[in-house]
Nanobody
Framework: QGQLVESGGGLVHPGGSLRLSCAASGRSFSTYNMGWFRQAPGKGREFAAQITWRGGRTDYADSVKGRFTISRDNAKNTVYLQMNSLKPEDTAVYYC????????????WGQGTQVTVSS
């Protein structure tokens, strides 16, 4: 049974940066697509970014494109989300997720890490 654990969240000023990490355990996720989602207060969970299992393709929501970068290290079973030029509207709980391929459900989810962007 696989588990995903996010870390790296916190409080940051507008324009600042944070790097989130998602450590996978219990199984290898090297053949899984990995994604980041977020949920702002009072809103539904939304897609932010994903990376294919080989890392050959990345996809981003328009709201984060050009500011966020997703990457992975399969040897460490870890996925990262580098977030730059953060805005107050990026405030949310960020979740890591995993799925096999592009057309299956996101099967594994982490517990989330809080990111707050405020002056």
């Amino acid at each position: 049974q696989g588990q995903l654990v996010e870390s790296g969240g916190g409080l940051v000023h507008p324009g600042g940066s944070l790097r989130l990490s998602c450590a996978a355990s219990g199984r290898s996720f090297s053949t899984y697509n990995m994604g980041w989602f977020r949920q702002a207060p009072g809103k539904g969970r939304e897609f932010a970014a994903q990376i294919t299992w080989r890392g050959g393709r990345t996809d981003y929501a328009d709201s984060v494109k050009g500011r966020f970068t997703i990457s992975r290290d399969n040897a460490k079973n870890t996925v990262y989300l580098q977030m730059n030029s953060l805005k107050p509207e990026d405030t949310a709980v960020y979740y890591c997720a995993a799925r096999l391929g592009d057309y299956t459900d996101w099967t594994y989810w982490g517990q989330g890490t809080q990111v707050t962007v405020s002056s």
